[in-house]
C-alpha cells in the first residue's frame, strides 16, 4: 500500500543496490536494499525519514543514463522501478546511499572513487567509456588494487578480462571540471566510530575500479553538478557501502539494519 499523506513531509533517502552479474541470481546488495523499500525510520528531528529502493543493473550503459536523473530536481527514476512508493521529492533527495557487494566481513563505508581506471566488463560484457588511447604500458600487477583483484576474480567465471591498459576508460565529456577522485563530504569516520560497537562496520579508500566506482563517482559529480543551482542550497548527500558478498539470510538482514543505522546517523549530523 503507498504511503499516507504523513510522510510526504519526510526526509528522503535513495538506495539503489545492484542486479544480477557473475555467479549472484540474487545480488547481496540488492537484496539488503529491497528489505528497506518503503521503510520509515525515526529521525533525530521531529521528521521521519522515508526510504527508497531501487535496484541498478551492473552495466555501464545504464549507471551513466541513469545517474543524472537521480540528482535532478525532481529526481527522474527509470520505468521500471517500484512505483509504490511517494513520487520523488520535488526538490531532490536528501541522502542517495548506492549499495554493492563486497568482501566478506564489515560493511564497508568508501571514501572516494576515481574519473579513470575502469578496465573489467560489466555483467554484459561491455567496457567502460574510452577517455583517451595512451602509448605507457599496462600496470604492473602489483599496482592492481586489492578491491580490484577481488572484482577480477569474481569475473572470471565470466571469462572476463580486462580491457588493454593502454586505453583509458572511464569518464570523458561533460566531466572535465571534476577531479580525478571525488571524496565523500560525509564525517564517515566519526560515524564508523559511533557505530562500530554495535555493528560491523569500516572505512576504506579502495572502491575496486568497476561498477560500484563507477556509479559512485558519477553520483558524487552530479551532486557537485546540481549543487550550483540546488533549491534554497539544498544538497543531496551521498555515499556508497560494501556489504558481505553472501545471500545468507542471517547476513543480508544484519547488513539491512547496518544501512538503517547510518542512513539515521548520516541525517543526524549537523548540515
Not at 555501464?60 to 513520487?87: C, E, K, Q
Not at 599496482?143 to 569474481?154: K, N, P, V
Not at 580491457?163 to 571534476?178: H, K, L, M, N
Request: aromatic residues 6%.
Amino acid at each position: 500500500m503507498p504511503p499516507g499523506d504523513k510522510q510526504k513531509n519526510a526526509l528522503r533517502v535513495l538506495l539503489t543496490g545492484f542486479g544480477p552479474f557473475s555467479t549472484f541470481k540474487e545480488n547481496p546488495s540488492w537484496l539488503a536494499v529491497r528489505a528497506l523499500h518503503n521503510a520509515v525510520l525515526p529521525g533525530q528531528s521531529s521528521k521521519q525519514i522515508h526510504i527508497t529502493s531501487y535496484m541498478v543493473p551492473v552495466s555501464y550503459d545504464t549507471v551513466l543514463a541513469a545517474v543524472p536523473g537521480l540528482h535532478a530536481r525532481p529526481p527522474i527514476l527509470p520505468s521500471d522501478h517500484n512505483r509504490d512508493t511517494l513520487p520523488p521529492p520535488p526538490h531532490g533527495y536528501d541522502l542517495i546511499i548506492h549499495v554493492g557487494a563486497g568482501d566478506p566481513g564489515a560493511v564497508t563505508l568508501e571514501r572516494c572513487a576515481h574519473k579513470t581506471g575502469y578496465r573489467l566488463p560489466d555483467a554484459n560484457g561491455k567496457f567502460a567509456p574510452i577517455v583517451e588511447t595512451s602509448p605507457a604500458p599496462g600496470p604492473n600487477p602489483v599496482d592492481i588494487s586489492a578491491a580490484e583483484r577481488r572484482e577480477i576474480q569474481r569475473l572470471r567465471s565470466d571469462d572476463g578480462t580486462a580491457a588493454s591498459a593502454a586505453v583509458v576508460r572511464g569518464f570523458g565529456p561533460g566531466f572535465e571540471e571534476f577531479d580525478d577522485v571525488l571524496e565523500t563530504s560525509l564525517d564517515i569516520d566519526g560515524l564508523v566510530t559511533s557505530l562500530e560497537k554495535t555493528f560491523s562496520i569500516k572505512t576504506s579508500d579502495d572502491a575496486g575500479h568497476y561498477i560500484c566506482e563507477l556509479i559512485y563517482y558519477a553520483s558524487l559529480a552530479e551532486a557537485q553538478r546540481t549543487q550550483q543551482t540546488a533549491w534554497e542550497g539544498k544538497t543531496t548527500k551521498v555515499l556508497f557501502m560494501h556489504c558481505p558478498p553472501t545471500e545468507k539470510l542471517a547476513v543480508v538482514e544484519e547488513v539491512s539494519r547496518t544501512i538503517k543505522a547510518v542512513v539515521i546517523g548520516i541525517l543526524s549530523l549537523p548540515t
